[in-house]
């Protein structure tokens, strides 16, 4: 990454802003949202976002911009929070795939841990029966308790038909 040669530019005149200057921010705190966030080089500049932002009440801020080398830091924070989370992410999708892709290789089992924890009932029909049969609603914990259920019960029909040396799950390995 090249390193920046100013602090920021101006919102209204697009003059750089250089470090350990002074600039200023509006007051307003819809002007300063992360990457949304406004700075003005003068007071005129400020004034100059009033008419489109049309604030009830706003002053202008007097701000001090970081030295090259506070912002450097800040800078390579960021970065290092934004690497931290992507990797998360990949590592999470990768266990997905991983998962999905021996599903596809008949006869290669994927281990419970590997697999998702997919809601496994029609939630809606689940939703009509309770309600059909007791007036009841039902909170959403409730699909993942059940579905958590059904994996446990087709864990265990799976190894009756494992041990029957069958391929196929059937309603009789469901004791
Ligand atoms: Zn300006
Ligand atoms: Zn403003």
Redesign the pocket.
């Known amino acids: 990454m090249s390193e920046a040669e100013y602090f920021r530019l101006c919102t209204t005149c697009k003059r750089p802003i250089g470090f350990a200057t002074d600039y200023l921010q509006?007051?307003?705190s819809?002007?300063n949202r992360n990457k949304l966030a406004?700075f003005f080089c003068t007071l005129a500049c400020?004034d100059a976002?009033?008419p489109e932002?049309r604030?009830r009440d706003?002053w202008a801020e007097p701000m001090k911009a970081p030295t090259r080398e506070a912002f450097r830091r800040e800078q390579q924070e960021e970065q290092e929070r934004d690497a931290r989370s992507s990797a998360r992410e990949s590592r999470e999708s990768a266990m997905t795939d991983e998962a999905d892709k021996r599903r596809r290789i008949v006869g290669a089992p994927a281990s419970p841990q590997d697999l998702p924890e997919e809601v496994l009932i029609v939630v809606s029909k689940l939703k009509a029966y309770v309600k059909a049969r007791s007036g009841m609603n039902t909170s959403d914990g409730v699909v993942d308790v059940l579905s958590t259920k059904i994996r446990r019960l087709c864990d265990a029909a799976i190894e009756v038909a494992q041990a029957d040396g069958r391929k196929t799950l059937m309603d009789r390995d469901f004791k």
């Open positions: 509006c007051s307003v819809t002007c406004q400020w976002h009033l932002a604030h706003a």
